[in-house]
Structures are given as structure tokens and as C-alpha cells.
């Protein structure tokens, strides 16, 4: 199990932090996902590791992959690992 990792932020205008890509100082770009959207990607990972095919779930996971691409730096790979899906005819909205 993870522990949470408290990191004292000030943000303009008590404004929050969305679900997205983050990037800490000159550190690589990470994701950071928001507590209120954690539940769903939990959701669509279990459905997926139990062989559930829940369309819901399976876009919910489209969202989470696509995600986790904007964090990378490497566009090129990203463009071509996105070829490489629908060469597979995974569909994505």
C-alpha cells in the first residue's frame, strides 16, 4: 500500500488541481489524478482484470491511456504506440 504524500502547494485564487498531466519544478512530468476520478479508473482496471467488457469501462480506460500519454515528452512514441492501437482496432473516442 501507498502512503499519501502531502506536498504543501499554493495555488491562485484557492484554485485546485484537475485530474492531468503535472509537471514538479525541472522533475519529469507525471499524472496526477484526482481523488473524485480515482474511483472510476479503479472501477474499469478491476472490470478489465475480471474479462468484464463494459463499454463504460473500456472508454473510462481510452481516458486513462490517453492520460497517461500526455505526461510523455516523447511525442513521436506516443503518435506511433496511438497507430499501433488502432492497427489492433482498439476503438477510441
Not at 479508473?41 to 478489465?48: E, P, S, V
Request: aromatic content about 8%; proline content about 4%; charged content about 35%.
Amino acid at each position: 500500500m501507498y502512503e499519501i504524500r502531502k506536498l504543501k502547494v499554493e495555488l491562485p485564487n484557492n484554485e485546485r488541481v484537475e485530474t492531468g498531466p503535472v509537471q514538479f519544478n525541472e522533475d519529469w512530468p507525471g499524472v496526477f489524478i484526482r481523488g473524485d476520478n480515482c474511483f472510476g479508473y479503479r472501477l474499469a482496471l478491476a472490470g478489465l482484470r475480471d474479462g468484464e467488457q463494459d463499454p463504460f469501462q473500456m472508454g473510462t480506460l481510452h481516458d486513462l491511456i490517453d492520460l497517461l500519454d500526455s505526461c510523455n515528452l516523447n511525442t513521436k512514441l506516443v503518435e506511433k504506440l496511438k497507430e499501433n492501437d488502432e492497427r489492433r482496432d482498439i476503438k477510441r473516442d
